[in-house]
C-alpha cells in the first residue's frame, strides 16, 4: 500500500519569509505531484516531478524530487498572502494509473 | 476553470436517506477518479473509473457505489447516509489510465454534502 506523509501539518508565517515543506514515503513513485487547494474549490496542479533528483521551478517556487523518488520538497520564496492554501502531494504510480495523495500541509501566509 | 463539472454544488439531506452526485468530465478525458474530502483532511480516494469500466477501487463503502455512462459522465451514489459522510466529494478526471509519469488530474469543484 502506497502511503505519503507530508510535514509539517499546518503553518503560519509572515509575508515576505521562506518555507519548505516535505512529502516522504517508503515506496518509489512513477512520479510526484504538487497540488494547491483553496477553501471550497478542487485542487490545481502546480508541478510533477519525474526524474529522481530533478528540480523544477514556478515563480517563486521550487520543488525537487527526491534522489530515489521516493520524496519531494516543496520551498517557497518571500511567500504573500495568495501562497495560503492546503498543499497537497500525490504520489503516481502503476504506469500513471493511480493517485495516492498525502494529508496535506495547510499554509498561512500573513500580512 | 478546470472543465471538469459537479452538480449539485451543495447537498443537504439526513441520516438514512439516498443521494447522487454527478460528474461531467473534460472533453476527451477517459478516466474519472472519485474523493471525499472530509473537514481539515485529506483525500481519500474512493474510486476510478475508465471508458465505462471500474479500474479501481479504495476506501470506498459498500453503501456507496459508482459507475460512468457512455457519455463518459459519472455518478456517485451514497445510500442509507450517516452523520459521518458529511464532507466535500471531488470528482477528478485524467486524459488516458496508461499516460506514465506525466498523467495529471484536472478537479471539479466539488460537492458538500451535509447529513443532518
Known amino acids: 500500500t502506497q502511503l505519503l506523509e507530508q510535514s509539517p501539518q499546518f503553518l503560519s508565517i509572515q509575508e515576505g519569509e521562506n518555507l519548505t515543506v516535505y512529502c516522504n514515503s517508503s515506496s518509489v513513485f512513477s512520479s510526484l505531484q504538487w497540488y494547491r487547494q483553496e477553501p471550497g474549490e478542487g485542487p490545481v496542479l502546480l508541478v510533477t516531478?519525474?526524474?529522481?533528483?530533478e528540480v523544477k521551478k514556478l515563480k517563486r517556487l521550487t520543488f525537487q524530487f527526491g534522489d530515489a523518488r521516493k520524496d519531494s520538497s516543496l520551498h517557497i520564496t518571500a511567500a504573500q498572502p495568495g501562497d495560503t492554501g492546503l498543499y497537497l502531494c500525490a504520489g503516481v504510480y502503476n504506469y500513471g494509473q493511480n493517485f495516492v495523495f498525502g494529508p496535506g500541509t495547510r499554509l498561512s501566509v500573513l500580512p | 476553470d478546470s472543465g471538469v463539472t459537479q452538480t449539485p454544488k451543495h447537498l443537504i439531506t439526513a441520516t438514512g436517506q439516498r443521494v447522487t452526485l454527478r460528474c461531467s468530465p473534460r472533453?476527451?478525458?477517459?478516466?474519472v477518479y472519485w474523493y471525499q474530502q472530509s473537514l481539515d483532511q485529506g483525500l481519500q480516494f474512493l474510486i476510478q473509473?475508465?471508458?465505462?469500466?471500474?479500474?479501481a477501487k479504495g476506501n470506498i463503502l459498500e453503501r456507496f457505489s459508482a459507475q460512468q455512462f457512455p457519455d463518459l459522465h459519472s455518478e456517485l451514489n451514497l445510500s442509507s447516509l450517516e452523520l459521518g459522510d458529511s464532507a466535500l466529494y471531488f470528482c477528478a478526471s485524467s486524459p488516458r489510465t496508461s499516460g506514465g509519469a506525466y498523467n495529471e488530474q484536472f478537479f471539479g469543484p466539488g460537492t458538500r454534502l451535509t447529513v443532518l
Open positions: 516531478v519525474v526524474t529522481g533528483g
Open positions: 473509473y475508465y471508458n465505462g469500466e471500474e479500474r
Open positions: 472533453s476527451g478525458d477517459l478516466s
